[in-house]
């Protein structure tokens, strides 16, 4: 499948977060690249979702399904920043 | 909503998934449908957000893809769908689906690729191929939120019959500028566009970067990269190009 964008995880990312997570800043672990999720690479052709860096395309997330829950590995985020009082993606 | 204090981002956590009723689909080109969907309990949503679709066959195997939602945050929920030849979702939902059936959703989700009247303009939406969908939310939302931002739209398509909304976009009017551009095959007089979108034709197109514009670009990934890239390059904020890259083979 084509690489994507992280807007195409948004479902699973609040599943997972329990918020709207795409406009959250990562800082990638291995270059130092920030930039909010939703521009972040997205892979779902193999085993799992992997979220990678544009910069450098180092793995930022991944997360799979292993026996009805989900495994989540953040090592490629040195640092996540949110917007405040941005909860659910609906509307109030 | 509007008048209100209290901010739209502000809602009770993750949405679950819950089955919405097809109540209308409209062919838009020969491999694109529009599905308007009745979700009982829709929160409401944001011009560019997305709904995440499930289907579940009989032996437990299930597929989720996510869609941009076609309709103004006020207006009856509904995706564009297009045909991918070697889809998992999109044959079923663009072929067999009818009204009436029941159809396994999630949503609004997303929050990044989302405009809403109070972030102005002016604005450059930019399309490439199915790209167009969460676009002409985002024109619709303009419209019936009374907006008079100015918009420029540069859409690009490889053929004329593929292009999606043609008389609602041929339509528009007050302060909505619509560039066409058609990059295999033109027809017969064709007054538009007849190249790539590239630098060149951003130059050319859209708002200068001193009107400090608002862009949205949303197609294929090459695509994307390549205006993103330009829009900066023209001196384009880098935090103003919002984009959004999907998987449909339907080039620019």
Same mark, same amino acid.
């Given at each position: 499948?084509?690489?994507?964008?992280?807007?195409?995880?948004?479902?699973?990312?609040?599943?997972?977060?329990?918020?709207?997570?795409?406009?959250?800043?990562?800082?990638?672990?291995?270059?130092?690249?920030?930039?909010?999720?939703?521009?972040?690479?997205?892979?779902?052709?193999?085993?799992?979702? *992997?979220?990678?860096?544009?910069?450098?395309?180092? *793995?930022?997330? *991944?997360?799979?399904? *292993? !026996?009805?829950?989900?495994?989540?590995?953040?090592?490629?985020?040195?640092?996540?920043?949110?917007?405040?009082?941005?909860?659910?993606?609906? !509307?109030? | 909503?509007?008048?209100?204090?209290?901010?739209?981002?502000?809602?009770?956590?993750?949405?679950?998934?819950?089955?919405?009723?097809?109540?209308?689909?409209?062919?838009?080109?020969?491999?694109?449908?529009?599905?308007?969907?009745?979700?009982?309990?829709?929160?409401?949503?944001?011009?560019?957000?997305?709904?995440?679709?499930?289907?579940?066959?009989?032996?437990?195997?299930?597929?989720?893809?996510?869609?941009?939602?076609?309709?103004?945050? @006020?207006?009856?929920?509904?995706?564009?769908?297009?045909?991918?030849?070697?889809? $998992?979702?999109?044959?079923?939902?663009?072929?067999?689906?009818?009204?009436?059936?029941?159809? $396994?959703?999630?949503?609004?989700?997303?929050?990044?690729?989302?405009?809403?009247?109070?972030?102005?303009?002016?604005?450059?939406?930019?399309?490439?191929?199915?790209?167009?969908?969460?676009?002409?939310?985002?024109?619709?939302?303009? $419209?019936?939120?009374?907006?008079?931002?100015?918009?420029?739209?540069?859409?690009?398509?490889?053929?004329?019959?593929?292009?999606?909304?043609?008389?609602?976009?041929?339509?528009?009017? @007050?302060?909505?500028?619509?560039?066409?551009?058609?990059?295999?095959?033109?027809?017969?007089?064709?007054?538009?566009?007849?190249?790539?979108? @590239?630098?060149?034709?951003?130059?050319?197109?859209?708002?200068?970067?001193?009107?400090?514009?608002?862009?949205?670009?949303?197609?294929?990934?090459?695509?994307?990269?390549?205006?993103?890239?330009?829009?900066?390059?023209?001196?384009?904020?880098?935090?103003?190009?919002?984009?959004?890259?999907?998987?449909?083979?339907?080039?620019?």
């Amino acid at each position: 499948m084509d690489e994507l964008d992280g807007n195409g995880a948004a479902g699973l990312l609040q599943e997972v977060f329990g918020m709207e997570m795409t406009v959250a800043v990562a800082t990638c672990a291995s270059c130092g690249a920030v930039a909010p999720i939703g521009e972040s690479g997205l892979y779902t052709g193999g085993p799992g979702t *992997v979220i990678r860096c544009r910069s450098c395309d180092g *793995v930022l997330v *991944v997360i799979t399904q *292993v !026996r009805g829950i989900h495994c989540v590995d953040l090592m490629g985020i040195r640092q996540l920043d949110m917007p405040l009082g941005n909860m659910a993606a609906g !509307r109030a | 909503m509007e008048g209100t204090a209290v901010p739209r981002r502000l809602s009770s956590g993750p949405r679950p998934w819950e089955v919405a009723t097809v109540t209308a689909v409209t062919r838009e080109t020969p491999s694109v449908r529009t599905i308007a969907l009745a979700v009982p309990s829709w929160p409401g949503h944001r011009a560019g957000q997305h709904l995440d679709v499930r289907l579940t066959a009989e032996d437990g195997y299930s597929a989720e893809r996510s869609y941009s939602i076609a309709a103004a945050a @006020d207006d009856p929920v509904a995706i564009t769908v297009e045909r991918l030849d070697d889809g $998992e979702v999109s044959p079923y939902l663009t072929e067999d689906l009818r009204v009436g059936d029941q159809l $396994e959703i999630r949503g609004p989700v997303g929050g990044y690729f989302v405009w809403e009247t109070a972030d102005g303009g002016p604005l450059l939406l930019v399309a490439g191929g199915s790209g167009i969908v969460p676009l002409r939310a985002i024109l619709r939302q303009r $419209e019936d939120s009374g907006s008079e931002v100015p918009v420029k739209l540069l859409y690009s398509a490889r053929t004329l019959s593929e292009l999606i909304y043609r008389d609602e976009l041929d339509g528009q009017h @007050d302060g909505v500028g619509i560039i066409y551009t058609l990059t295999r095959e033109q027809p017969a007089g064709w007054t538009g566009y007849a190249r790539r979108v @590239d630098r060149a034709l951003l130059a050319e197109t859209a708002w200068p970067a001193g009107r400090n514009p608002l862009a949205f670009v949303c197609g294929p990934t090459s695509f994307v990269e390549t205006v993103a890239a330009g829009l900066v390059a023209l001196g384009y904020e880098p935090g103003r190009v919002k984009t959004e890259r999907f998987g449909g083979t339907g080039g620019p």
